[in-house]
């Protein structure tokens, strides 16, 4: 008998080119890579900036036929940060659903943790609405619409400090 004393590393890189290659695309994934990203200082410190949540989640609609199906254009959308939304829906996304579960939204859009931290002076505020963009799989898409969507919406609510808490 054979005993193994540590898990195979998963290349994700690897695995994500071979499902695209699976599901029929002639070219192979490419990986987003930016390397002129503009990061920039912050306006002030951390503990006086408005910081907000970005989400690959979908709103939860009760009624299946209004909820995302994998591969469907879906539109880059906001909620209130307050309170937190009970559920989420995230079948229709990519994620190791055998290990874990998406049923503890705060696992993976930690809206209460970010409340708290306004609370103890950590953060100025939380932004009033938290945003959803849409998982795409087309990166130039991405960069021309959902982008300058999420961003229009963070000025909007005068935002310092976006966080994307991927699924």
């Known amino acids: 008998m054979s005993r193994i004393t540590h898990r195979a590393q998963v290349s994700y890189i690897d695995r994500t080119r071979e499902y695209y290659a699976a599901q029929g695309y002639e070219a192979p994934y490419a990986w987003a890579r930016h390397t002129d990203v503009p990061f920039a200082p912050l306006p002030r410190p951390l503990s006086e900036c408005r910081v907000a949540l970005v989400t690959t989640a979908s709103p939860w609609h009760e009624d299946p ?46 809206l209460n943790l970010l409340a708290q931290a306004a609370s103890e002076g950590r953060i100025g505020s939380v932004s009033p609405r938290f ?37």
């Open 131 to 167: 945003y959803g963009v849409p998982t795409e799989y087309s990166q130039g898409r991405t960069q021309r619409e959902d982008a300058p969507a999420v961003l229009a919406m963070c000025r909007e609510d005068q935002v310092d400090v976006a966080l994307i808490a991927a699924l």
């Open 65 to 110: 036929a209004h909820r995302p199906r994998p591969f469907t254009r879906q539109p880059v959308w906001s909620a209130p940060s307050s309170p937190p939304p009970e559920v989420l829906f995230t079948d229709n996304l990519a994620w190791d659903k055998e290990s874990t579960h998406t049923r503890d939204v705060e696992s993976f859009l930690p």
